[in-house]
């Protein structure tokens, strides 16, 4: 490879390198604008209020199995289970 060839490549794999860390600064700003704008207020509001958005907390039950009756259905509703 002659010393040309070589430069350039060096100069492709700089200007990718430094894409890529523009790349992610931009990212993380904008995501902070986004978590500070838009989640953090309603993650405050939620808390203030009591709202949970996810039921997480562990329930004191011996099995997580629910019962299942099994009865006699006409024919037509096994067709349409949905």
Do not use: C
């Not at 990212?27 to 939620?46: D, E, K, M």
């Not at 039950?61 to 629910?66: D, E, L, M, P, R």
């Amino acid at each position: 490879m002659s010393n040309i060839q070589i430069f350039f490549k060096g100069v492709k794999r700089g200007f990718g390198d430094f894409s890529h860390l523009i790349n992610n600064i931009i990212n993380f700003f904008l995501l902070l604008i986004v978590y500070i704008v838009g989640i953090g207020p309603v993650s405050a509001i939620s808390k203030l209020f009591g709202k949970h958005f996810l039921d997480i907390k562990r329930q004191n039950k011996a099995s997580n199995w629910h019962e299942h009756k099994v009865t006699k259905q006409p024919i037509e509703k096994y067709y349409r289970t949905f």
